[in-house]
């Protein structure tokens, strides 16, 4: 059973910085993309970044383009998310997924940051 468990939220001040960490299980994790997406309140869910199985290379989204880093363990079959210069804006749950699951609707309880001083 596919399963993707989020973790390392927290309550930060504007300015600080967090890392995310989602493990991964029930399928081969080193052969998928991999992509973070946030909720913020009363908001749709947003793709935040995204992280290649073939090469490693990432995208972000302009909102926190500089900001975040994708990265991946493949034996771990974890993937991070490293936030730095957090904005209130950025305050959301925080999921990570896979566009096979992501079509299915199939998520994880996600992560809360929440960026308030």
């Known amino acids: 059973q596919v399963q993707f468990v989020e973790s390392g939220g927290g309550l930060v001040q504007p300015g600080g910085s967090l890392r995310l960490s989602c493990e991964a299980s029930g399928f081969t994790f080193k052969s998928y993309d991999m992509s973070w997406y946030r909720q913020a309140p009363g908001k749709e869910r947003e793709l935040v970044a995204e992280?290649?199985?073939?090469?490693?290379?990432?995208k972000y989204s302009d909102s926190v383009k500089g900001r975040f880093t994708i990265s991946r363990d493949n034996a771990k079959t974890t993937l991070y998310l490293q936030m730095n210069s957090l904005k209130p804006e950025d305050t959301a749950v925080y999921y990570c997924?896979?566009?096979?699951?992501?079509?299915?609707?199939?998520w994880g309880k996600g992560t809360l940051v929440t960026v308030s001083g």
């Open positions: 992280i290649s199985s073939i090469d490693g290379s990432t």
């Open positions: 997924n896979s566009d096979p699951w992501v079509n299915m609707n199939y």
